[in-house]
């Protein structure tokens, strides 16, 4: 307990902008190479919500993995959004984007190009986010990790009141999972569809996913959601 109440002190530091205590206590931190992108990324969020944006960028940049770090300074934009710091938000969102493409692997540049996107939606750049979004759809990659990143997306612009944009979406993921051989998983993941798509209130959408789920008791569950 006194890793996670240090963790929630340095984040109140730095939110209150108090840049030397939180980084202080952060470095008395003992935490492996994984917690220790936690606990910067509280950090570095909260200095952002301050709208520290220099000491922001700083504390993202002690993160050594380009994914990571490309995440993060992601996250980093949203706090300076939220602090009305439009101008240096839009400068980490450009850098986070440069991060992602220079990533080897096209999945990996998917998956955090996808959480970039989810900030700016987060940050009210709904028109960003999709822009962004075609570039994760030219990379035409059709994997389980794949389709759990439409689906992210889409609860985010759902969340935001953007159901309408949500639903091509909803579509690739579909049509990644209907390409699952086992019926049972493939029923489970389009179960998950359907459910986001009753959630954006698409109905005509969620009855046709609903209808086509092969196995009876997801098809039930949906179907029983739609009606509800």
Do not use: C, N
């Amino acid at each position: 307990w006194k890793k996670v109440v240090s963790i929630w002190v340095a984040e109140a530091l730095a939110k209150a902008g108090e840049v030397e205590a939180a980084l202080r206590l952060v470095d008395g931190i003992k935490v492996d190479e994984r917690q220790a992108v936690g606990v910067l990324s509280t950090v570095a969020v909260g200095l952002a919500e301050a709208g520290l944006a220099d000491e922001a960028r700083s504390v993202a940049d002690r993160l050594a993995d380009p994914f990571d770090r490309a995440v993060l300074i992601g996250r980093v934009a949203v706090g300076l959004s939220k602090a009305g710091q439009t101008e240096a938000a839009l400068a980490q969102f450009a850098e986070a984007e440069a991060l992602a493409a220079g990533l080897a692997e096209p999945e990996d540049q998917a998956v955090v190009l996808t959480v970039i996107a989810v900030a700016m939606i987060d940050a009210a750049r709904v028109g960003d986010a999709l822009a962004l979004m075609e570039r994760v759809k030219a990379l035409g990659l059709e994997t389980d990790k794949m389709q759990q990143t439409y689906i992210r997306v889409a609860k985010a612009l759902i969340a935001a009141g953007e159901s309408e944009a949500a639903v091509p979406l909803l579509g690739l993921a579909e049509g990644i999972a209907g390409k699952i051989l086992e019926e049972e998983e493939r029923s489970h993941d389009l179960l998950d569809i359907a459910r986001v798509l009753i959630k954006g209130e698409a109905f005509a959408e969620a009855e046709r996913v609903a209808v086509g789920i092969g196995e009876a008791s997801s098809r039930v569950y949906a179907l029983k959601d739609l009606g509800v």
